[in-house]
C-alpha cells in the first residue's frame, strides 16, 4: 500500500486527481491533500508518505521548493503540469514522472504502479534524491538542460551533456557516445532526446543521428555533407536536413565567437 499525498493549488484538479486514484488504483491510500508547499510540508510531518503528486506552478512557493523535504523523507515524486515547457524538459531530463493535465486513467496507473515497484525493497531506486536534486539545479539556473540521467541497468548515470560526443539511434533505443567514458544504450527514442539537449549545442543531422556541436572539427560536401568529428569519426548529414545544420553551425559559431 503506498501513502500518497496530493498537492495543488486548483481545487478541481485536487479532487478529480483524488476521485481518479480512489476509483482506479487500489493499493493506494490518501493521506492527505494539501493546496500549497506550506501545507505539504505540515503533512510530511505528520505521516509517513511514500509517493507525491506534486503540482508545479503554485501562487507562492511553487511545487519545486518541496523537492528538499521529499529528498530528505525519501518520498517519490510525480510532477502534475498543464503547461512550463523549459520545466517539462527538465524533468524529461532527470528522468523524473510526470503527469500531463488532464490528466489520463492509463498514464496514472501506469504511473502508480512504477512507484509501487520502485517503492518496494527489491526495486527500490536507489538514484531518485540525487535527480530531484539535478532538477532542482536545473530550474535554478534555466539556462539550458546540462545533466541528464540515463538508465543503465542498476539504476542510473548522471550525465553532462558536454560530454556526449554523439547519440544514434539503434530501433527504440539511442546509443550515448562519450568523449570519455563508455557507450551506454538507453531504452527512450532519439527524438525524446532531441527535444531534451539544448538547440543551440546539439544538432540532429540524419533520422538516425544527433551531434554536439563542439566536437564538430570540419565539414565539407564533396560527395554530400559529411562532418568531421574531433574523434576522427566521419558521419553524413541527410540532405533535409543540410540546410537546418548549417544555419545551426553559424548560430553556434557567432555564440562561441562572443564568449
Do not use: W
Not at 515524486?77 to 512550463?84: L, P
Not at 531530463?93 to 493535465?101: E, W
Not at 554523439?166 to 562519450?178: L, P, Q
Not at 525524446?192 to 565539407?220: A, G, T
Amino acid at each position: 500500500m503506498l501513502n500518497v499525498i496530493i498537492v495543488d493549488d486548483e481545487e478541481f484538479a485536487r479532487s478529480s486527481l483524488y476521485f481518479l486514484l480512489q476509483e482506479n488504483c487500489e493499493n493506494v491510500h490518501i493521506c492527505g491533500i494539501a493546496k500549497s508547499v506550506e501545507e505539504a510540508r505540515t503533512l510530511l510531518n505528520t505521516c509517513e508518505v511514500d509517493l507525491i503528486f506534486l503540482d508545479i506552478a503554485m501562487p507562492g512557493l511553487n511545487g519545486f521548493e518541496l523537492i528538499p523535504d521529499a529528498s530528505s523523507l525519501h518520498a517519490r515524486v510525480i510532477f502534475t503540469t498543464a503547461y512550463d515547457q523549459y520545466a517539462l524538459k527538465a524533468i524529461k531530463a532527470s528522468a523524473l514522472d510526470y503527469l500531463l493535465k488532464p490528466i489520463d486513467i492509463d498514464e496514472l496507473k501506469a504511473a502508480v504502479r512504477k512507484a509501487e515497484n520502485l517503492t518496494s525493497e527489491k526495486g527500490k531506486d536507489q538514484n531518485h534524491a540525487e535527480r530531484l536534486q539535478t532538477l532542482r539545479g536545473s530550474l535554478s539556473d534555466r539556462m539550458g538542460i546540462r545533466k541528464l540521467s540515463l538508465a543503465n541497468g542498476q539504476g542510473y548515470t548522471l550525465i553532462d551533456v558536454d560530454e556526449i560526443i554523439r547519440i544514434e539511434a539503434d530501433s527504440n533505443y539511442s546509443v550515448f557516445h562519450f568523449n570519455h567514458r563508455d557507450q551506454i544504450t538507453v531504452s527512450r527514442v532519439l527524438k525524446e532526446f532531441e527535444e531534451i539537449l539544448p538547440d543551440d549545442q546539439f544538432v540532429r543531422i540524419h533520422k538516425s543521428s544527433i551531434v554536439n556541436l563542439n566536437y564538430l572539427k570540419e565539414y565539407n560536401s564533396k560527395n554530400g555533407l559529411e562532418l568531421l568529428l574531433k574523434n576522427g569519426e566521419k558521419i553524413a548529414v541527410s540532405r533535409r536536413r543540410a540546410s537546418i545544420f548549417m544555419e545551426k553551425v553559424k548560430l553556434f559559431s557567432t555564440s562561441s565567437g562572443e564568449k
